[in-house]
T-cell receptor
Framework: NAGVTQTPKFQVLKTGQSMTLQCAQDMNHEYMSWYRQDPGMGLRLIHYSVGAGITDQGEVPNGYNVSRSTTEDFPLRLLSAAPSQTSVYFC?????????????FGEGSRLTVL | KNQVEQSPQSLIILEGKNCTLQCNYTVSPFSNLRWYKQDTGRGPVSLTIMTFSENTKSNGRYTATLDADTKQSSLHITASQLSDSASYICVVSSLPGGSYIPTFGRGTSLIVHP
């Protein structure tokens, strides 16, 4: 049981380049989300999805796009990378039917934008 | 606005000593409070969950308390070990089943020295 898998683990981009961070989960969770973690800022929600075909914005959505075509996958796209997007990105999933709402996190993707 | 404040921001203790981390929240309506442990370079992992009716819950050497009246929680670590060195994040959910947008604290960074 792999849980939540993120790829790549590390990426370096130049300003203006685009890329996609991949996230896949094998727990059949309806809820999936993307966070960024910056020093001293804690985890901040970028986008989330409560099921296939449904996405919504979180606290810091600008510069990022998401889609949810399947229950398992929730990719995060950076359309034109900026140095301010240098961060560690975490994908998390949750069982929507659970009364406890535990989030299961991936191992993170460290992105550097030069 | 829902907020979660954690203190101290960082803490250094000697191996074998006890310590207590604090979490104050202004999240309403309250559903549950979770403590997550995040090892360096890894994703957060849930340690314990507290619901409104619970005052104390233990998970090995970790004991969480909740005072719903004062909206405060604490995480007590007994007989600390080097492996306890990590960031501890308090997360409060405001809907049954867990909010789709949980509120995160910024974490307490704990370093345990031999």
């Amino acid at each position: 049981n792999a849980g939540v898998t993120q790829t790549p683990k590390f990426q370096v981009l130049k300003t203006g380049q685009s890329m996609t961070l991949q996230c896949a989960q094998d727990m059949n969770h309806e809820y999936m989300s993307w966070y960024r973690q910056d020093p001293g800022m804690g985890l901040r929600l970028i986008h989330y999805s409560v099921g296939a075909g449904i996405t919504d914005q979180g606290e810091v959505p600008n510069g990022y796009n998401v889609s949810r075509s399947t229950t398992e996958d929730f990719p995060l796209r950076l359309l034109s990378a900026a140095p301010s997007q240098t961060s560690v990105y975490f994908c998390a999933s949750s069982n929507r039917a659970s009364v406890t709402g535990e989030l299961f996190f991936g191992e993170g993707s460290r992105l550097t934008v030069l | 606005k829902n907020q979660v404040e954690q203190s101290p921001q960082s803490l250094i203790i000697l191996e074998g000593k006890n310590c207590t981390l604090q979490c104050n929240y202004t999240v309403s309506p309250f559903s549950n409070l979770r403590w997550y442990k995040q090892d360096t370079g890894r994703g957060p992992v849930s340690l314990t969950i507290m619901t409104f009716s619970e005052n104390t819950k233990s998970n090995g050497r970790y004991t969480a308390t909740l005072d719903a009246d004062t909206k405060q929680s604490s995480l007590h670590i007994t007989a600390s070990q080097l492996s306890d060195s990590a960031s501890y994040i308090c997360v409060v959910s405001s809907l049954p089943g867990g909010s789709y947008i949980p509120t995160f604290g910024r974490g307490t960074s704990l370093i345990v020295h031999p």
